[in-house]
Every structure is written in C-alpha cells, then in structure tokens.
C-alpha cells in the first residue's frame, strides 16, 4: 500500500529521493483522515524549510491541516496541478498529488524516517488505538 522507495513520517509525510532532490507528499493513510481535500496551500520555489516545521496546509471539508517537513532544503519546485485540482490528493496521494521537490540541505536525514513496513507498522497501531 506505501511504496517502499519511500521514507515516512509519524506525522504521515513521505518523501522520495532522487540523487540530491527530494518528492514530498502526504499518505494515503493521511488523505483519508483528512477527507475531501478543497484547497492546498504551498510555498513558493526558494523557500527555505527546516526539518519539522510547518511548510504548508491542506484544507478539507473537516478541517485545516497543517504540513511538516520531513528534512530540510530548499523548495525548488511546487506542484501548481494541485492549485486547481486539490482533490488529487485524495485520488492519488502518493504519485500525481506530491506536493513539493525541494533541493535536499543534508541527505543524510532521511535515513531517520521510517520506511514502508515500519511506516506500514505505526499505522496499524494507531487504527487499532482508535
């Protein structure tokens, strides 16, 4: 269900690296929480983000999310398709609706994000709580 070439967060964003540029998104498991996405807000390409920190929202019909950043680096593009077609990410959370690439500051970090399994594992705990 979560590719397995991505890294994960506990606060259910994934990322991709390609060389030194990293794909960020949500998870499925994120996008169904949320419910019908309506709006997403991005910043722009030079931005500067910092591990942890807010970069973003969503917004849906139940509520505004805020988005975190999985690593740190500069946003060198952001996905604009999602500006007039927001409700991608609930049909396609982890290909068509990442949200930004961004230009990695240390590549090393993403080596203490969960990967798919364990990712796949903090899910199935926290349905299970629920």
């Given at each position: 269900m979560y590719p397995s070439d991505y890294r994960y967060t506990k606060e259910h964003e994934w990322i991709k690296v390609s060389g030194d540029t990293g794909t960020i998104g949500i998870t499925d498991y994120a996008q169904h929480e949320l419910g019908d996405v309506v709006f997403v807000e991005l910043p722009a390409a030079g931005t500067k983000i910092t591990t942890g920190d807010v970069f973003g929202t969503i917004e849906s019909v139940k509520a505004v999310s805020e988005i975190y950043a999985p690593v740190s680096g500069e946003v060198i593009e952001a996905?604009?398709?999602?500006?007039?077609?927001?409700?991608?990410?609930?049909?396609d959370p982890h290909g068509a609706a990442w949200l930004i690439k961004i230009k990695l500051a240390n590549p090393a970090e993403v080596s203490s994000l969960m990967d798919a399994a364990a990712y796949q594992a903090f899910v199935s705990e926290k349905e299970a709580s629920a």
């Amino acid at each position: 269900m979560y590719p397995s070439d991505y890294r994960y967060t506990k606060e259910h964003e994934w990322i991709k690296v390609s060389g030194d540029t990293g794909t960020i998104g949500i998870t499925d498991y994120a996008q169904h929480e949320l419910g019908d996405v309506v709006f997403v807000e991005l910043p722009a390409a030079g931005t500067k983000i910092t591990t942890g920190d807010v970069f973003g929202t969503i917004e849906s019909v139940k509520a505004v999310s805020e988005i975190y950043a999985p690593v740190s680096g500069e946003v060198i593009e952001a996905n604009a398709a999602l500006t007039a077609a927001p409700e991608t990410v609930n049909s396609d959370p982890h290909g068509a609706a990442w949200l930004i690439k961004i230009k990695l500051a240390n590549p090393a970090e993403v080596s203490s994000l969960m990967d798919a399994a364990a990712y796949q594992a903090f899910v199935s705990e926290k349905e299970a709580s629920a």
